[in-house]
């Protein structure tokens, strides 16, 4: 769908994105994370010609960026930013019907599309359509701006960090409705942050950057599993408060967050699986089950969230003393 090849970008002498080499599948959800200044805003960028590449060649659907018409490229990528650049004197139909009206469809064909997006994050279109942006909420707005991203059905969609301006709740919610968006209408969506548990939570696969240069890239489980150095390594430490790749089954076992009595499981672990793998478990399943040599244990999500309790409870501790 869409694919790097041999991209750099320079400014002046200074090679903001170097050496870089990605294809990004067809209805993928891919992430593009990494520290401030490591590239991943300008890798978003080249894709919809708002940075020009300086060397190498890319691609969408095998068609090279440079021989499209920039107006029928940008028409089929929607793009949400941070800052969400709605006008808050147009309705939020207005808003949302932007791009289609150039594209001249017909007000019932629009009149529909917006009924359709606005139900699919559930608002009601009766209510919403034809009130005020400048009246929303900023988590509302938000939405907004996702569905006028949506709103000419393009094929791709880029996302500048979207959610990092919001409050924890709002932010969660918004990540709830894009994957149920991105699942619903089949997008490939290329998602820029530099907060590891959100690319956790959305994406397919990640691709983690340092210096305009791909350090791995992989899905979460990948990543998590097998760290390709130390810098992802690091990354992870610093973004996953609780991320420990020395830490194993047998570790939080021995702490005793564990039932011997037999439960309803979904998945299975080993006590040399590691931690991490505990976690990703059990943020899909409510318990799993833990294979021993002498009988089987058994781990429930609230026993994760107990250990981790005790061990913020520990640390407090520690600090006081």
């Known amino acids: 769908m869409i694919r790097f090849e041999n991209i750099t970008k320079r400014y002046n002498d200074t090679a903001v994105v170097s050496d870089f080499n990605l294809v990004i599948n067809k209805g993928e959800f891919f992430v593009l994370i990494g520290p401030s200044g490591s590239g991943k805003t300008t890798t978003l960028k080249m894709i919809n010609k708002l940075i020009k ?11 090279k960026i440079s021989e499209y ?3 029928e490229l940008r028409w ?27 594209k001249k469809w017909s007000k019932e064909d629009m009149h529909n599309r917006v009924t359709e997006l606005l ?12 009130r005020k942006t400048s009246e929303l909420s900023g988590g509302e707005q ?17 996302m500048d960090e979207p959610f990092s301006a919001l409050d924890p709740i709002t932010r969660n919610s918004l990540q709830q409705d894009v994957m149920k968006l991105q699942r619903k209408f089949k997008k490939t969506v290329v998602f820029v942050t530099h907060d590891m548990q959100e690319a956790i939570q959305l994406g397919d696969r990640i691709c983690v950057m340092n210096q305009g240069r791909i350090e791995q890239v992989g899905t979460a489980d990948e990543i998590l599993k097998k760290p390709a ?6 990354f992870l430490r610093t973004g996953l408060p609780y991320y420990d790749g020395e830490k194993t089954v047998k570790t939080f076992i021995e702490k005793g967050f564990y039932t011997k009595d ?4 979904e998945e299975t672990l080993n006590l040399s699986d590691s931690l991490d793998d505990l976690i990703l478990a059990l943020a899909r399943v409510n318990t799993l089950k833990v294979i021993t040599d002498k009988e089987p244990l058994y781990i429930s999500r609230e026993q994760l969230i107990h250990y981790f309790a005790d061990d913020i409870d520990a640390k407090e501790q520690e600090e006081k003393a």
């Open 119 to 130: 139900e699919s994050v559930d608002l009601d279109p009766e209510k919403y359509r034809g």
């Open 69 to 71: 018409d920039i107006q």
């Open 262 to 265: 037999e439960s309803f499981f």
């Open 142 to 158: 938000q939405r907004i701006g996702v569905l006028r991203a949506l709103a000419a059905d393009p094929d791709i969609i880029l």
């Open 76 to 102: 089929n990528i929607g793009y949400v930013l941070q800052q969400i650049a709605l006008f808050p004197n147009m309705t939020v139909e207005e808003n949302i019907t932007i791009v289609p009206e150039m």
């Open 229 to 234: 150095n130390d810098f992802v390594e690091e």
């Open 53 to 63: 590449l300086s060397e190498g060649t890319l691609f969408i659907e095998e068609k």
